[in-house]
């Protein structure tokens, strides 16, 4: 009886198996591939290969079929990669054709449910990349004099990643990308800085490849900006991560053990490489490098948080710490910025709202801005002008008159010296801000 129920149950799970269908197709774009996702009602078999002549990648699903009255034809237009879709029943399943513009490398998996997706089938269709690569232990080109303080904004989640879920359907990766491209707005609005993004568009890019982006565009700090969410729709308030001490340790380990395989450059600026290290000096070099870094992000991540806390509630005064992937870059300081509660009603609202977006951007530029002022990396614009500007305190002079003299604002000479109240000594330095 137990033997029949077995078979029974076998059966019944086979049936359900082959009784799969095909109810949605999505498609995502990014600069490097273009992900296609199947969204099935239960989980397929698949196996794929590439056609030359014209170029083709092809689909077999062996136990799924287009619900009735889909056409994959019609879902899919012409796109940067992809001329199209096609397809047609091929014993108990189905083949389907992407017909594409250039060879394209294909890799596919499956993702169980999860909300507010069911079972999925996802293809990428990454570009063939034929881009000279950094050799190991290849130096990039000195940067130019008095160059730009180059800042990656990271805008969460993406794709097939919507991140946190708000009310009416609202979705995390959507906000934080418009936060970003305002972000990224307010600091080249700044003299001396340069802005990059991660991500222009709704699309998935993993958390190393978002650090490669920001390390291939030299930047002198990552910021990955999130709207964070709780079971309890009261939590709220604006939060700033950096990577925590066990994040840091697991992460010098991976790196020691793929050194030998590391294209990667330490130093933000390729004057370090690993792989011709031993294993005494490069750990050395390493714990260095994430030491000195994660002091500079919590400094920076402070800085960020206490402008934040002027036009919003804070969730913690103080930076806290995370062994978040996305902040494990060895070369560059890191942090992660939380700018609200996607799950409290009121702060998503406020979140979507264009005006405190634009105040959240600024507030995150002028904390960084704040930080940079007081240290600036080498070589930068930055650098040079607090190089040139400093004034030794000699008897007489009062805070007001040496603001005057330069002028700038006399909050303005505090916050960038870090004075309290009027009280100076002769013999001080002060170093004067660029700006008022």
Known sequence: MARLLLLTLMSVTSLQVLAATIQGVRVHESPEATRIVLDTSAAVKYKYFTLDKPHRVVIDLANAKPAKGMDVAKVVKDLLRIKGLRGAPRGKGFR?????????????????PIAPYGHRLVIDLASVDKARKNKVGQK????????????????????EDPGALGPKRLQEKHLVLQIAKRTAKAINAKPGYRAVLTRTGDYYIAHRKRTALAREARADLFVSLHADAFTSAAA??????????????????????ERANQSDLLGGVGDVSLSDKDEVLAHVLLDLSMDGNRSYSIEAGQSVLNQLGKMTKLHKKQVEQAAFLVLKSPDMPSILVEMGFISNPQEARRLSQKEHQTKLASAIADGIDQFMRLNPPPGTAIAARRQELRHTIARGDTLSEIAARYGVSANA????????????????????????
């Open 96 to 112: 389907l054709v992407i017909d594409t513009k250039l060879k394209l490398k294909p890799s596919a998996f499956t993702l169980k």
């Open 140 to 159: 990039l080109p000195p940067r130019p004099k008095n160059r730009d303080v180059v800042i990656a904004i990271d805008a969460g989640h993406g794709g």
């Open 236 to 257: 709220r308030g604006a939060s700033v991560y950096t990577l925590s001490d066990r994040g840091a340790t697991s992460e010098t380990a991976k790196w020691l053990a």
């Open 413 to 436: 000479l505090k916050r960038r010296n870090a004075i309290r109240g009027d009280k100076i000594r002769v013999g001080q330095t002060l170093f004067i801000p660029g700006d008022s």
